[in-house]
């Protein structure tokens, strides 16, 4: 399993960024896929998930409303929608494979990428 986010960066509270992850080595499209995160000096937050044809999307309440998980299965790719950020969205997001609605220290996952949320 090898799972590569990108998208990541600094943006002012309000803002908006897309996540991307590529994935390869497993079977993609028939996959659950999930996005968590890890804030500094916090644990592991499973933030929403996405069945393998797309028909069901779930969201943790902190992001719901505000962010959109997509995936396109031509592509291995998964994405991550995020509007109006907030700083405490600052973290490092990561895409978890085999996931839906909540994830374990042993669940595969990319190196993340970082998201930070400040003016």
């Known amino acids: 399993v090898q799972l590569v986010e990108s998208g990541g960066g600094l943006v002012q509270p309000g803002g908006s960024l897309e996540l991307s992850c590529a994935a390869s080595?497993?079977?993609?499209?028939?996959?659950?896929m999930s996005w968590v995160r890890q804030a500094p000096g916090k644990g592991l937050e499973w933030v929403s998930g996405i069945t393998a044809d797309s028909r069901l999307t779930y969201y943790a309440d902190s992001v719901k409303g505000r962010f959109t998980i997509s995936r396109d299965n031509a592509l291995n790719t998964l994405y991550l929608r995020m509007n109006n950020l907030k700083p405490e969205d600052t973290a490092v997001y990561y895409c978890?494979?085999?996931?839906?609605?909540?994830?374990?220290?042993?669940?595969?996952r990319g190196q993340g990428t970082q998201v930070t949320v400040s003016s």
């Open positions: 978890a494979a085999w996931a839906l609605r909540s994830v374990s220290a042993t669940t595969p």
């Open positions: 080595g497993f079977t993609f499209s028939v996959s659950a």
